[in-house]
């Protein structure tokens, strides 16, 4: 056999392999694309953004449009547990997760600092678990906060060491506690979903998990690689917004492109919630209610 003839009978000798592997694989992604299809699209929006005065009003407004989850701040949530608790009594919505609203941060030089965290952190995660929030989700520094730890490989060990002890605690309590990366501009170190995820999965506990906001999600290549990088085991929350100016999703026209991330979404088999963090430009019921079609088409042609 010479060199041309060989090469030929190994392509096709090669493609007849290939083309035998593709019809099972064709038949999972089918059985793959059946699953996805099954997997619900869970709203949820922080407090700030349905139209109303109270609570009570902000929450009717969110049930008549099927947002399903609540976000409130974490400050001051040891006091509002009975509050939101008789709010959501009798309705189809449950509290999501909790933003933040600790004071210090984990990364703090300074012991008070790390300790203040330490307890409003806790205090935090505790009502969160009596609420049955998915997680308190925390960034361990900001840009901003200093004096700071400084960003070495012993850093992440501690940071890893005590988000075990944190994440411990969480679980103990029914709840987590979620990283959440953000772009470089607030928080230079944990910028990707996966940064996140790989932070969660080296802090060794179950109650320690990752999320993706769609806003800071600019770092990424790849919306789709992002969410799939975390993961159904480490991804427990997801933020949207608008893309170009993080306003109500389809303010910024064309850009607000969710649909790759969605897709993500649904193959992992994601059941946690979309929640909306983000500014409002205009006549807020119409831009909310616009915002939810939107993201309920986009995710049905994911
Ligand atoms: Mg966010």
Redesign the pocket.
Known sequence: MDRRSFLKTSAIGGAAVAASSIIPACASSKDGKKAANDVALNISFQEGIAPGETLAEKLDFMQNLGVVGFEPSGRGLKGRVKEIQDALNGRNIKVSAICAGFSGFILAEDPAVKNEFDTTMREIVEAAGELGSTGV?MVPAFNGQKPCMPHTQETRDYLCEELHKLGEFAKSCGTTVIL?P?NRKEAYFMRLVADAAAIARDADSEGVKAMG?F??MQEETSDYGAFMSAGKQYLQHV?IASRGNRKMPGENGEVDNYVEGFRALKQIGYDKYVSF?CGCGGDRATLVTAAVNLLRAQWEEA
């Open positions: 989700i959440e953000l906001d806003w800071h933020h963090e």
